[in-house]
């Protein structure tokens, strides 16, 4: 369904770890998922994408990975830099409809 | 900056009141999307206009309404509004619809405070 949530999970990583967020997604004919970052009183941008048909995208810092068979999406940003201190959304797609379903989102929070 | 330009970005109005939020999708997409966020909360989707047709409908309520004119900016119409309402509003808009591997992009919002 939509993504509700009035308490968003934390996640806190020291600056320079590596961080992994994590997504269940709901629908297992979603064929395209997107990674978003929202800033405080921004919109959400664009990170990372991937088609079902794949199991692992790379990008600057970014990888993400996807597990079809428990419909599990994840983002792993390396050597974490307090700039990425933001909420993470997970969006997923089928194709042949026109909606994105986002996930609840996760607050990522980098300790210096 | 996403290429997607919504307006006002701040609005402060009050209760009982009706407001229109407009946006400007990126040049060449056809789809535009409203997406609702309120405090600490994911973002709620409303509607989905492809073309100037409604092709998706989500939690909107009937006083809020919708439309994409021929130059493919939308607006979006919030009537009797109420305390509730205050929230960022998001536009977003893709290239196309009903094909997967297009991505959203998104404005950065229009911030309603409804008192």
């Known amino acids: 369904g939509e993504s509700v949530g009035l308490h968003l999970p934390t996640l806190s990583v020291q600056e320079g770890d590596n961080s992994i967020i994590n997504c269940a997604y709901s629908?297992?004919?979603?064929?395209?998922f997107i990674w978003y970052k929202q800033e405080s009183g921004k919109g959400p941008q664009f990170i990372i994408d991937i088609r079902s048909n794949m199991d692992k995208r790379q990008g600057q810092r970014v990888t993400v990975l996807l597990n079809k068979t428990v419909k599990h999406l994840s983002l792993q940003i390396a050597a974490t830099q307090p700039g990425d201190s933001a909420v993470y959304f997970c969006?997923?797609?089928?194709?042949?409809?026109?909606?994105?379903?986002f996930g609840t989102g996760t607050r990522l929070k980098v300790l210096a | 900056d996403s290429g997607v330009t919504q307006t006002p970005k701040h609005l402060i109005t009050a209760t009982g009141q009706r407001v229109t939020l407009r946006c400007s999708p990126r040049?060449?997409?056809?789809?535009v999307y409203w997406y609702q966020q309120s405090l600490d909360q994911g973002l709620q989707f409303l509607i989905q206009y492809y073309n100037g047709e409604e092709r998706a409908k989500g939690n909107i309520l009937e006083r809020f309404s919708a439309q994409q004119f021929p130059d493919l900016h939308s607006e979006l119409n919030l009537s009797s509004l109420e305390l509730g309402d205050s929230a960022l509003y998001f536009c977003a808009s893709s290239v196309v619809g009903l094909s997967s591997g297009n991505t959203i992009y998104f404005g950065e919002g229009s911030w309603l405070t409804v008192v």
């Open positions: 629908n297992s004919a979603s064929d395209y």
């Open positions: 969006a997923e797609k089928t194709s042949g409809t026109y909606k994105y379903i």
């Open positions: 040049s060449g997409d056809l789809s």
